[in-house]
């Protein structure tokens, strides 16, 4: 990856991870799922509204081709809705710092569909890595004992 990609990579780490935490808070006392996904992602969409209003983004937007938009909005219902709200139940029930990992751990799933959908190359530093994320998990899962 080059350094954009990994400054780029830390950033979202970093929120993404800092967020959890965030929603670990923000769930107690809410009995419903869907509640925390309306705050979550209503609070996102006048944000992002704003921001594309200022950067001109919105004008992009119609020049963006119909299937990528399909394949924009099936990824949006994928993971802003029914993701999302799976792992809203799973932080509910939880510890963040169990449910987090393996909510995280969805490159294993993009890795094995990227190679049978996208035709991307398998190789042994994938391989490895994805080897590696499937051993964590165990562990967190506690397969190897508490």
Avoid at 14 to 39: E, Q
Avoid at 42 to 71: D, K, M, Q, S
Wanted: charged share 10%; net charge positive.
């Amino acid at each position: 990856m080059n350094n954009t990609a990994l400054l780029a990579g830390l950033v979202t780490m970093l929120c993404w991870g800092s967020a959890s935490i965030f929603d670990k808070v923000g769930m107690r006392g809410v009995a419903n799922p869907v509640v925390a996904m309306v705050v979550r992602m209503g609070v996102a969409t006048v944000a992002l509204a704003i921001y594309a209003t200022c950067t001109g983004a919105f004008r992009e937007v119609r020049e963006v081709p119909v299937p990528n938009l399909a394949a924009l909005a099936a990824s949006a219902l994928l993971a802003a809705m029914i993701g999302q709200g799976a792992y809203f139940v799973a932080i509910k029930h939880a510890d963040a710092s169990r449910v987090v990992p393996f909510t995280a751990s969805y490159p294993v799933v993009a890795l094995i569909l990227g190679i049978l959908v996208l035709h991307e190359p398998l190789t042994v530093p994938k391989v490895a890595g994805t080897a590696l994320v499937l051993c964590g998990l165990m562990l967190l899962a506690g397969v190897f004992g508490k």
